[in-house]
């Protein structure tokens, strides 16, 4: 029987702008001391100067806000200590729709004002005087290009913020925003153009790749117009600059994610087709209402883009139309059909169609409301399914822009009963093949999340951990530095207890999914979106 998550998960505004040690219970080994960084809306409604609620409409436009856990061990024989503070990080965000009743930049599915001047706000969307934008999606940690050089030579910082010298927040847009990593704070809004001039596109990849080894990061930025332009880039983190790898025009799509491999980048444009060249953006005032329908007679389209020479693009494919959020891993191997060749493996948490960019309505969420949207096969539809595409023999995909693109072959599609979405892997695999993929469920057993899924893409098999009334966030793998295995390392998740009305931090052996520990938390933390680890003395970029 489908329960509702508790709606305190959602509609809180439960804050520690000071840290609070909190409870500790169980085992949680030594190597996972470091900070965990969590992103998510934190409230989504505010009294407004005249008396009246101003409420976002979707999950993604809650007031966003940043949760930072420190993970010690004060006496290297002794249990971990834990403490917790969080804040959000939009003051004047808040100003403005408490003095005004609205706001100005896009949102992710906020309703646009009808009487409002469609002209004036293509003069001002995208450049506000002061910093009223709501970011906080995903999270950098000593973000190349965001006032942090990487030096090989210079030791690991000691201290409280465990290294992490400067820290980001970001979103699909150009748009990043500096949080104090130790009070959390906002310090100011950047923008792509920053980086390089060229990359003033308004859309970019909320989850852009790191390279595990050189810490350089990848993503690509999407300027509208009759023709769409798409620039794929690399900022170094050794020095700082950015270079545009590829530039090419196509459909302007709605893109999360992106892959990385050992060589090359990878931009799918999935079937998030946005409307007249990405006017409808401007004009809707927020992106899910400027999305077509995705269209069964179309293409999904995969770029490669060669990352470590001056080739760009180097191969174009198609596979039939599906959408994402989330890239898994990718990594290339010898061709399947000529050894001296090479394919590129990508593995995503797909859907069958765009249904899940409005099924997180708050309206679809709470448990007051009466008549549910999302029910039935509509319901079935928002569901992820573990996927696997196979880019075969790339050398000999070709560049020419008049070869017409090579078919993508799919290994893989696992049932949605198996799958999860908010994937993560083992840090240490990123880029190459890895087996286990680890994640949220969403088994119908809730009106949200209802789970951690550990996914098994050789035997195509899942197990689970999952507790009535209890939601989990997503997982964060630590590796277990004298593992000898893939899974031998813990999962850190936020999990709040529905029925008591507080979270806690729960620590999962990655092996079998059995809890290991928990850090009780004072209140509800609210439903969150992606986290960031830096342990001690360790540095991982990952998946920034």
């Known amino acids: 029987m489908e329960y509702w998550p508790n709606d305190s998960g959602f509609d809180t505004c439960y804050e520690e702008h000071l840290p609070v040690a909190l409870a500790v219970k169980g085992n949680i080994p030594y190597y996972a001391a470091g900070v965990l960084f969590r992103t998510g809306p934190l409230g989504y409604k505010a009294e407004t100067d005249d008396g009246k609620i101003w409420a976002a409409n979707h999950w993604f436009d809650g007031f966003s806000s940043v949760h930072r856990f420190q993970i010690d061990f004060p006496d290297q024989a002794g249990p971990a200590q834990v403490n917790y503070r969080s804040r959000r990080n939009v003051d004047e965000y808040l100003e403005l729709v408490r003095t005004t009743g609205r706001v100005d930049s896009i949102t992710f599915a906020s309703k646009r004002d009808p009487c409002e001047s469609f002209f004036k706000k293509v003069m001002s969307v995208f450049h506000a005087k002061r910093d009223t934008y709501n970011v906080g999606v995903t999270l950098s940690m000593n973000m190349p290009g965001g006032g942090y050089q990487r030096d090989t030579e210079k030791p690991m910082i000691s201290g409280h913020t465990n290294g992490i010298e400067t820290l980001h927040v970001k979103t699909d847009t150009l748009m990043v925003k500096r949080i104090d990593p130790e009070t959390l704070e906002p310090r100011g809004i950047a923008t792509q153009v920053l980086l390089h001039p060229d990359l003033k596109g308004p859309l970019s990849a909320a989850h852009a790749k790191s390279d595990p080894l050189t810490g350089d990061i990848f993503n690509f930025n999407l300027e509208f117009g009759y023709k769409s332009t798409y620039r794929v880039f690399r900022t170094s983190a050794s020095t700082g600059k950015t270079k545009i790898l590829a530039t090419f025009t196509d459909t302007p799509a709605y893109i999360h994610s992106i892959f990385l491999t050992g060589n090359h980048v990878i931009l799918c444009i999935w079937n998030s087709h946005i409307k007249w060249g990405g006017i409808s953006?401007?004009?809707?005032?927020?992106?899910?209402?400027?999305?077509?329908?995705?269209?069964?007679?179309?293409?999904?389209?995969?770029?490669?883009?060669?990352?470590?020479?001056?080739?760009?693009?180097?191969?174009?494919?198609?596979?039939?139309?599906?959408?994402?959020?989330?890239?898994?891993?990718?990594?290339?191997?010898?061709?399947?059909?000529?050894?001296?060749?090479?394919?590129?493996?990508?593995?995503?948490?797909?859907?069958?169609?765009?249904?899940?960019?409005?099924?997180?309505?708050?309206?679809?969420?709470?448990?007051?409301?009466?008549?549910?949207?999302?029910?039935?096969?509509?319901?079935?539809?928002?569901?992820?399914?573990?996927?696997?595409?196979?880019?075969?023999?790339?050398?000999?995909?070709?560049?020419?822009?008049?070869?017409?693109?090579?078919?993508?072959?799919?290994?893989?599609?696992?049932?949605?009963?198996?799958?999860?979405?908010?994937?993560?892997?083992?840090?240490?695999?990123?880029?190459?093949?890895?087996?286990y993929s680890y994640g949220c469920t969403d088994r119908l057993k809730s009106s949200f999340m209802d789970g951690i899924a550990k996914f098994d893409n050789v035997t195509q098999t899942s197990i689970f951990w999952e507790t009535e009334g209890h939601t989990p966030g997503e997982p964060i793998f630590i590796a277990d530095p004298e593992g000898k295995e893939e899974d031998d390392g813990v999962l850190l998740t936020v999990v709040l207890d529905g029925y008591v009305e507080k979270s806690y931090l729960l620590v999962l052996d990655a092996r079998d999914l059995f809890e290991k520990g928990r850090a009780e938390m004072q209140g509800p933390m609210s439903f969150g979106f992606h986290g960031a680890f830096k342990g001690t003395g360790r540095e991982y970029l990952g998946d920034i």
């Not at 010898?334 to 050894?339: G, K, R, Y």
């Open 281 to 435: 953006v401007l004009y809707n005032k927020n992106i899910v209402d400027a999305i077509s329908p995705l269209d069964p007679s179309s293409k999904a389209v995969w770029y490669v883009i060669d990352r470590t020479g001056d080739r760009g693009l180097i191969a174009r494919y198609e596979s039939d139309p599906f959408f994402c959020f989330h890239s898994v891993n990718a990594w290339e191997e010898p061709s399947s059909t000529d050894p001296s060749q090479t394919d590129i493996i990508a593995e995503l948490s797909m859907f069958e169609n765009t249904d899940t960019l409005h099924r997180f309505y708050y309206d679809n969420l709470l448990s007051s409301t009466a008549s549910p949207e999302f029910t039935g096969t509509r319901r079935l539809s928002c569901l992820p399914m573990q996927t696997q595409f196979r880019l075969p023999d790339i050398h000999n995909a070709g560049k020419d822009k008049f070869c017409p693109p090579r078919k993508a072959q799919l290994v893989f599609q696992a049932p949605k009963a198996l799958s999860l979405e908010l994937p993560t892997i083992n840090p240490l695999y990123l880029t190459h093949r890895h087996r």
